[in-house]
């Protein structure tokens, strides 16, 4: 593991980036989501890298401010934030405990792999009653990476993060 003088590891960059959170979702972290792919040691400095849920997701700007402001907030200087497009994110990068921050915060969790889903056949249960009996009412959500669902028992309508 490469350090630098202050004796920062790539470990210890990792630690402090998990707990910058979503600005979408504030209860899951960009590890946990799977925004953060990389923290490795060249040219001197840390390089970051994280990738957008979806190409043009407007929270992008905002999770590399947080990740400049944390950084700074420790003294750590010598670092950049990148951002990689390919391979491109998947649903099936989310931590199975981001998936259950997910559903705490009101929002279905993907079902099931990447690509492997068709929403007209398959609906996730409510994340607040865990009914099965719920609806499409949209395929775009609060985000273009949600759906909209309403569940048909506690009436409540719903974020479901789309499998991609």
């Not at 402090?16 to 923290?39: F, N």
């Not at 998947?90 to 998936?99: F, L, N, Q, V, Y």
């Amino acid at each position: 593991m490469q350090t630098v003088k202050s004796n920062i590891t790539v470990n210890n960059i990792r630690k402090l980036l998990s707990g910058v959170c979503d600005p979408e979702i504030p209860v899951i972290s960009i590890e946990e989501l799977g925004i953060l792919r990389s923290i490795t040691w060249s040219n001197q400095k840390f390089i970051i890298t994280i990738t957008p849920t979806y190409s043009g997701c407007p929270a992008m700007d905002t999770i590399a401010m947080n990740i400049y402001a944390k950084m700074k907030s420790e003294g750590i200087e010598n670092f950049e934030v990148r951002t990689q497009i390919s391979p491109a994110w998947t649903t099936d990068w989310i931590s199975e405990a981001g998936k259950q921050k997910l559903k705490e915060f009101g929002i279905a969790p993907p079902m099931g792999n990447a690509g492997a889903e068709i929403l007209e056949h398959r609906h996730p249960p409510c994340p607040y009653c865990s009914s099965n009996h719920t609806e499409l009412v949209s395929q775009f959500g609060s985000t273009a990476c949600k759906a909209l669902f309403r569940c048909l028992e506690c009436g409540e309508p719903f974020d479901y993060f789309k499998c991609h």
